[in-house]
């Protein structure tokens, strides 16, 4: 049955959302396919819903090939399993929580990793059922703290989550790779940019993991990626660590009056000016800056430490905090405030250092301040160092890593800049902004350790399971495909996933043209081709023409005044073609462009996964 | 592509699940459909799902012929619109509710009367947007004290609930007919015998109201039918009341011992030994019960009342809370306790009556007790009675209603019995049980008005607009459909609703034998017949069959040591039969017999409902 304008339960909006910034958030609002219903979470509207419907159907037959099966979880679940796994705790306010009548704990559910591996666990028993994925498309709770962008951020939201379960490793690694290929597949159907990255774990605990990023300024993550094909996400970019340095030659520390130098740039023009260095100038990067964070631990505790890194470079606390280095769990991380370096006297700002011998350190745990002390990888042993001596207006010159001072470990917190090079030697880095559409992790044996997960392997002994988890941002992809896919005016979704395959509108007055717009809407939809039908009466044809650039279904019909010379007028929005054609032929001319649309986006899953390997 | 027993997510159990009684939960929990999650909350496993979205799809397409469309909304929702409704509050502890980061109120939706609402006064303000039908299929929440029978009565399950909007009461009129159409016809296409049934609004307010009743057993809800098509659930059978009596030729009221009379059997033989009537005996509907309960109002207060009715009655606690006549909202109604009593030493045990004569009550709110005394509506005023006097060991007789006492209200509190007469006059009542599998409501203008949802009429003027609400249980029908198809070792299902159109059991060893059952599995797929095909290598024919039976895919094709002779066994086991058919006819016959099975569900909406207009 046609979707009818004259009934349809839609309503353009002239406005855009309070706050809206991007494009499909406020092109999905204006074009009536969602509607907000409090922050992060949105109401389906009839346009939004079969433009949802058309994804999760091309996510499902990825699936499928990919040999995973389908099942479906509770959206409410008991707490116990994930105070079992430490996420409880781990997942901190994000975690929407609740009690029932009985004070029973309950979690909306953020991801579902530790009900799978207890479902798999409770009918399982052997290697010979291995292995197993099974998948669902489901709704998903995190109570954001900042839910932004419409669909790109909520606070419910669709995801596709898949697990996978082995009894080892070259299992394991076999599960992974079908479901890489499942989403380089998924994402090239829905006409999706999309650029594997190398990523880091973070909560989620195991070893391998890549993102699948759409490229995109909207995006709130920042990846890096090469000439060479090399990409990650910045917590994911390793720094190339130079090789430790012999430093028997290297002058002995002493610390000097240097006022006058409240910034980098003056130290190093005194520096330059008071101990010219033989071999070169001493430059921003010889200065070891020693920057004061708070980190918030997942249990509420908050520890003050001190991050050591080149003065040319500047922390960034994201890359920090997603690196897994500050602790386990999700940790926030933030510059300290005036009252934290209040409470450490020995911090004194602007003059931070390490300690101006290896005999009296300042930072670090084994210092008397006991504050963690975590370096640049770059501070390798040997490097020698401009940097403050803990007094006001005095730093220590030639300071020795490894013979002067140590620290409590390292972390890749520096900011990853422009042409800093790839770690595989691929070549000069460039920065690029996109949006997370999905990301899959070799969980390996964490979940199954923590929820006691064995089954028999071929010689009779218990063996714990190895897991992968694979999640899809369904509704998520839904706005970067409207972010990719609109023009000024309104949405442009590709042919196969608009909310129907055509649009006509009756641009006329005159019971022969709306009889010719029904008419071919008949013979459209007796060819399997959905169509929505602008038949209202009283409204202009200039307002329809509007709301169907707003609406975005690529063809356009439009039945006017043309009839009367036996043609329409057919739009292709998406090739910016116009075109009046006979009557007669556009039934069989639409039907055959719509099909073919179908056709080359089921082929450019093949196409996506021979370029993947060819790289 | 087949589901092959070999991969398939499923392993049958033999034991039933602990505590389950009924065979929907037993047989859907061992056939490996469903596993429970939490108390009332299940995960759905492939087959499970299977048959769940074949439910979904004919609702969706009833839906749809009925001319609603498909929205959906969220299941986290703000509190605010179910406070300003009241239902925060009447839904009491069976809501799920939680804040989150921001200590702002959320619920976990039970039904969403309120959000869409909201959602349709944002989009619409004329009555030419009108009429409106829209619906969602959607996980519910609610925290039900005895979730119970597996997906009978869950904790989390899935609604359809659609909504109406109209100008009028004649559209909400049309509106509500249409789903009621599309009620009757989706469950005559699920297989599921089903009577409308005249309901109460309870806690969703509104006026007419009726309840689709699944007649079976195994339902909680006792339901009425007579002879000549009266149908109600017992809260919405009304007695019949008989006309006043002229009370001027009574005798007298008094008060006299009645030693020895503990139960009503002595005292109405008391009665007759030393009052004997002149016309025929005294029975125990000649006395006057007076029964002391307990309300608890959705605000927590807790009240005692006294209902008096005939002494051969009994009173049904469930129906007399469900009258709506004990106050606003969703009460509870049990027996007073002990301590309930103790506090009110003016309520005699034994000898409660509501006073001797009119000037001196004992119950009723302008009486010194303040206690709120309602009436069985048989008690009109001029019927006479035997009844306690509130004293220990003293009744008194020929207390006349109207003349000597009067009540607070009547309330339909007593319990129908079996011949009671229809209210319509179309014979004795009969008592059955059921399972609710869908409730409609006309609602009026109860929730349009707490939140202040006016459109503009035809001569301008806001007016608020009129609702009607439809819910139908799809993972409770599904419980439904499985206890009605079952038999003594498994499932059954329909054929059009069954996981897979065919079960194909590999029976014996051989490549000869797997080949012609892959054979056949390939060439029924290509007749877009599904197929479980259990090519398990090293499970025996037993099992295999076993597990068949447990499953219930009503299509068993068997192909064992007969392929010799060129034939497999076919099973039909809806008709219970079986019988060798030659290998090249199989597949044609089947095809021909799995399309037959789904045309003629199809066909069967069309016969329910001329059935119904018949009736």
Not at 101 to 107: A, K, L, P, V
Not at 436 to 463: H, M
Request: charged content about 25%; overall charge negative; some cysteine.
């Amino acid at each position: 049955m046609a979707l009818r304008m004259s009934s349809l339960f839609v309503r353009t909006q002239k406005e855009d959302p309070v706050g809206a910034e991007v494009a499909s958030h406020k092109l999905l609002h204006r074009a009536g396919y969602i509607r907000r219903s409090a922050p992060g979470i949105y109401t389906w509207l009839p346009l939004g819903l079969a433009v949802l419907g058309k994804i999760e159907a091309i996510v499902r037959e990825e699936m499928a090939l990919a040999g995973s099966q389908e099942v479906h979880f509770p959206g409410l679940l008991p707490a116990d399993p994930y105070k079992k796994s430490g996420r409880w705790e781990a997942f901190g306010p994000d975690l929407f929580h609740l009690k029932d009548r009985r004070e029973n704990d309950y979690i909306l559910a953020p991801t579902h990793e530790e009900v799978f591996t207890l479902l798999v666990k409770d009918l399982y028993s052997s290697y010979k059922d291995l292995p197993l994925s099974i998948y669902q498309i489901q709704t998903k709770y995190r109570d954001e703290a900042r839910p932004r962008a419409g669909l790109l951020r909520g606070r419910e939201f669709i995801m596709k989550d898949a697990y996978s379960f082995d009894i080892d490793d070259a299992g394991l690694d076999a599960s992974y790779e079908a479901m890489r290929v499942a989403y380089l597949r998924a994402f090239a159907r829905l006409g999706l940019p999309c650029l594997p990255v190398k990523a880091t774990p973070g909560a989620m605990g195991g070893s391998g993991t890549e993102e699948f990023i759409y490229p995109s300024e909207v995006g709130e993550d920042t990846f890096v990626k090469s000439p060479g094909g090399y990409a990650a996400n910045v917590e994911a970019v390793t720094s190339i660590v130079p090789e430790a340095i012999p430093y028997s030659q290297s002058p002995a520390a002493h610390v000097e009056d240097t006022p006058d130098t409240p910034t980098i740039e003056t130290l190093v023009a005194a520096a330059n000016a008071s101990h010219p260095r033989s071999d070169r100038e001493w430059t921003a990067a010889d200065t070891l800056k020693n920057v004061v964070c708070a980190v918030t631990h997942p249990d509420g505790t908050r520890e003050i430490i001190v991050i050591g890194l080149p003065g040319d470079r500047e922390v960034d606390l994201d890359r920090a905090a997603g690196t897994g280095m500050l602790g386990d769990g999700e940790v926030d991380l933030e510059a300290a405030t005036a009252e934290d370096l209040a409470a450490h006297p020995e911090l004194v700002k602007g003059y931070i250092g390490p300690g101006n011998s290896l005999d009296a350190p300042v930072l670090g745990r084994e210092s008397p301040s006991k504050i963690r002390y975590l370096l640049d990888p770059r501070v390798v042993d040997g490097t020698r160092w401009i940097t403050g001596a803990n007094e006001p207006g005095r730093h220590v010159f030639d300071l020795v890593a490894g013979r002067d001072f140590t620290a409590d470990g390292t972390i890749e917190a520096a900011q990853v800049v422009l042409g800093d090079p790839a770690p595989d030697g691929s070549g000069p880095l460039e920065l690029a902004r996109g949006v997370e559409i999905g990301q899959i992790f070799k969980l390996g044996r964490k979940y199954a350790e923590s929820l006691d997960f064995k089954v028999l392997d071929q010689n009779g002994k218990a063996t714990t399971v190895t897991m992968g988890s694979y999640g899809l941002g369904v509704t998520r992809v839904m706005a970067c495909i409207a972010e990719e896919y609109h023009s000024e005016n309104g949405l442009l979704w590709p042919q196969h996933l608009a909310p129907a395959d055509v649009h006509i509108t009756v641009a006329g007055k005159g019971e022969e043209i709306a009889q010719a717009a029904e008419k071919m809407t008949t013979e459209l939809e007796a060819e399997g081709i959905s169509v929505l039908l602008d038949d209202r009466n009283k409204v202009s044809p200039g307002f329809k023409f509007a709301d169907a650039e707003l609406i975005g279904i690529p063809t356009v019909i439009v039945v006017g005044r043309g009839l009367a010379d036996g043609v329409v007028e057919v739009r292709d929005r998406l090739a910016g073609e116009k075109s009046d054609q006979p009557v007669a032929e556009v039934v069989p001319a639409t039907v055959a462009r719509v099909r073919e649309a179908y056709a080359k986006a089921a082929a450019a899953a093949d196409a996506a996964i021979s370029a993947d390997q060819n790289a």
